[in-house]
């Protein structure tokens, strides 16, 4: 069953780079979009295959969690008017 042409907001154009003027439509042979300002058009499934997800140390990482404890402590720092009156 073929589905009207509908407009898919925010999408850009991946040849003339235009955005607002990619249509989506379906019918039986598949699933299309169209570019309305240069004419482009490609089926789903015919797209080039998505790019892997690039390794790094965020998505890699073994998700366990650290239970070490660390105690931080503040020193407050000594003012030099507190040097000179213990010299006294």
Request: aromatic share 6%.
């Amino acid at each position: 069953m073929a589905t009207p042409r509908r407009f898919i907001a925010g999408a850009v154009c991946p040849r003339c780079a235009e955005m607002d003027r990619i249509v989506m439509y379906s019918n039986e042979k598949g699933q299309f979009r169209e570019c309305v300002a240069c004419g482009f058009a490609d089926r789903e499934g015919e797209r080039e295959p998505a790019v892997a997800e690039l390794q790094t140390r965020v998505n890699s990482r073994i998700n366990t969690d650290d239970h070490t404890v660390k105690q931080v402590v503040f020193f407050r720092a000594a003012d030099a008017d507190d040097d000179s009156s213990e010299e006294s």
